[in-house]
Nanobody
Framework: VQLQAFGGGLVQAGGSLRLSCEASGSTLSNYVMGWFRQAPGKEREFVAVIRWGPGTTYYADSVKGRFTITRDNAKNTVYLQMNTLKPEDTAVYYC??????????????????WGQGTEVTVSS
């Protein structure tokens, strides 16, 4: 599967963005989908994950209540709605796919496929 993430940009603190991750080459219902982010000088960190079938989700504590991960079967796309953005949310955001549909991983090593990343900058 090939993943393409987009939707990043520059936004003021308190604003919102919606990231999209479009897939080609395979249907995303065969995967668990995750979002990760990497800030300058920091390691890549988990943001959110969704099991496609039941729609079960899990979030990092730092984004819980502000971010929402969803999926669209018809568009073969997963989204990350980000609200009440903070400067510390500034990072390159990556979507990823894990072939193990039963396992909702929070470590980047759990994932088999990665999108190219989309940059989010939140100004104070």
């Amino acid at each position: 599967v090939q993943l393409q993430a987009f939707g990043g940009g520059l936004v003021q603190a308190g604003g919102s963005l919606r990231l999209s991750c479009e897939a080609s080459g395979s249907t995303l219902s065969n995967y668990v989908m995750g979002w990760f982010r990497q800030a300058p000088g920091k390691e890549r960190e988990f943001v959110a994950v969704i099991r496609w079938g039941p729609g079960t989700t899990y979030y990092a504590d730092s984004v819980k209540g502000r971010f929402t991960i969803t999926r669209d079967n018809a568009k073969n796309t997963v989204y990350l709605q980000m609200n009440t953005l903070k400067p510390e949310d500034t990072a390159v955001y990556y979507c990823a796919a894990d072939r193990r549909t039963y396992f909702m991983g929070v470590k980047s090593g759990s994932y088999d496929y990665w999108g190219q990343g989309t940059e989010v900058t939140v100004s104070s």
